[in-house]
């Protein structure tokens, strides 16, 4: 028996067709239907079959916003340095000029969406570990499962050539129920075991953090960012499903995000939005300064107090919160900004956190706000260009994705960025871990080296290491 729904899909499929032919260029069909709730960790797992190295997971905080993608309908990439950000929304927006969206919804993120991210540094020198990621890398799924305020909606995008007929949408609907009917067969795969724990030239690193101590004393930069490398070995291949099932679980209210690449995965949950527009709404974070979590009510209380005192800090978050006001301003006509720091408090860190909140002018464009937030000073430093010329000299890693913003544009010119911290790269029966802390004056190679080992163990923790 043909159903309505497959009646309309021929018949939004035959003016696809016609389109894509009339104008000899292929064309994005976009159709959204409502759903039933899906439970989202399900949705990505269900894709591993057919779409593994194909797939991102979003959610944000608050589970206002979860996005699940499979499939790669269209791939915007470059290593292009110069102008990226204007040459990615470029491409973005002339991908959807002449598309067929069929969406009755007015909830954001439903619909075309893209989801990728830029590199920390496109100038820095390239290595093989971050060899399957373009500078700039950006999906638009075959199938974006969205999850908003508590409402699911399920969007298919197919790209229609001038070669294509019918039968490519009879393709999808195949391709769909297939998806939907294995959402409840799906078993969770072998954990894979830690074998060993590698630290990456941490002596190097130390001295890297002297080195840089020094000319913070007698120059112009104020700080500098540095990050490290821990690598871990497995005994079987790390599978993405279970790293992200214990990162939602134990991480839930933080960014939790999964990004695959030919095979490669960068995941993680990190506590720190960089940039969010939801219409002409602007919401940034100021995110600098943290503490490890006390063992009791008490002790948790007394490390918070101290961090909201410790100067070093304040400092050091007030140049966050002084760069980020500044790079809004330009786009915003008004910015409110509270007068001193709050605790965020996650599972294993305390941070101090500032929340901003502004109305941006109506033409804003969001990748441009990326651009000019990125790096914020709790990622790079200060003066900003000096601190990554900085980094791009002394740092050994290649930090590809790390730090660096990664999120979601729909076609609305809504859309919302993390600053991928908290996170690592699993690549087979191996695994990446990151961490970073700023150098000032009076910082200590010892003290700042373990400050990034706290900041490891989210990580470590759901690879089973803690």
């Known amino acids: 028996m043909v159903t309505i729904q497959e009646i309309e899909i021929k018949e939004r499929g035959l003016l696809a067709v016609s389109r894509a032919k009339e104008l000899g260029l292929p064309i994005l069909v976009s159709e959204v239907h409502k759903m039933d709730p899906v439970n989202p960790l399900a949705f990505f797992n269900a894709g591993k079959e057919l779409y ?175 990050a490290r490398e821990l690598r871990l070995i497995f005994d079987n291949q790390v599978g993405a499903e279970n790293v992200l099932n214990r990162l939602y679980n134990q991480q839930h209210e933080s960014f939790i995000f999964a990004f695959e690449s030919n095979g490669d995965c960068f995941i993680g949950a990190s506590p720190e939005r960089l940039v969010k527009k939801s219409g002409n709404e602007i919401f940034s974070t100021c995110l600098a300064g943290s503490i490890s979590r006390g063992e009791t009510e008490q002790q948790d209380r007394l490390l918070g107090e101290k961090l909201l005192n410790d100067q070093k800090n304040l400092i050091e978050h007030r140049y966050v919160v002084e760069m980020i006001k500044e790079a809004l301003e330009e786009s915003c006509e008004e910015i409110i900004l509270p007068d001193k720091p709050q605790l965020m408090k996650i599972r294993d860190i305390q941070h101090l956190y500032t929340p901003v909140i502004g109305k941006c002018y109506k033409d804003t464009s969001l990748l441009q706000l990326v651009e000019r937030l990125h790096p914020t000073p709790a990622l790079g430093g200060l003066p900003k260009n000096a601190a990554v010329e900085k980094i791009r000299q002394v740092e050994a890693l290649d930090r590809g994705f790390y730090a660096a913003p990664l999120g979601w544009a729909d076609y609305q010119r809504n859309g919302e960025f993390a600053v991928s911290i908290r996170s690592g790269l699993l690549q087979g029966e191996e695994a990446s871990l990151f961490a970073g802390c700023g150098v000032v004056a009076d910082s200590e190679a010892e003290s700042e080296y373990l400050e990034t080992s706290l900041k490891f163990t989210p990580m470590l923790r759901a690879l089973g290491g803690k």
């Open 52 to 226: 593994c190295g194909e797939r991102f997971f979003w959610k944000d905080p608050t589970d206002e916003i979860v996005l699940v993608g499979l499939g790669i309908s269209k791939q915007i990439q470059s290593d292009q340095a110069t102008d990226r950000f204007f040459h990615v929304e470029k491409e973005w927006e002339d991908f959807l000029k002449n598309s067929l969206i069929f969406n009755t919804y007015t909830d954001i993120a439903v619909g075309p969406v893209m989801f990728g991210g830029f590199s920390f540094d496109p100038l820095k020198e390239k290595t093989e570990l971050w060899s399957k990621y373009a500078d700039s890398l950006f999906h638009i799924p075959k199938y974006l499962l969205s999850i908003i305020k508590g409402q699911t909606y399920l969007t298919t995008n197919t790209v229609c050539t001038p070669h294509d007929d019918l039968s490519l949408f009879s393709k999808i609907i195949e391709e769909r129920n297939l998806i939907l009917h294995s959402l409840k067969s799906f078993h969770q795969n072998n954990t894979a075991s830690l074998l060993e724990t590698i630290e990456i030239s941490p002596d190097q690193w130390k001295e890297s953090v002297d080195e840089v101590v020094k000319e913070l004393t007698n120059g112009p930069l104020k700080k500098v960012v540095l």
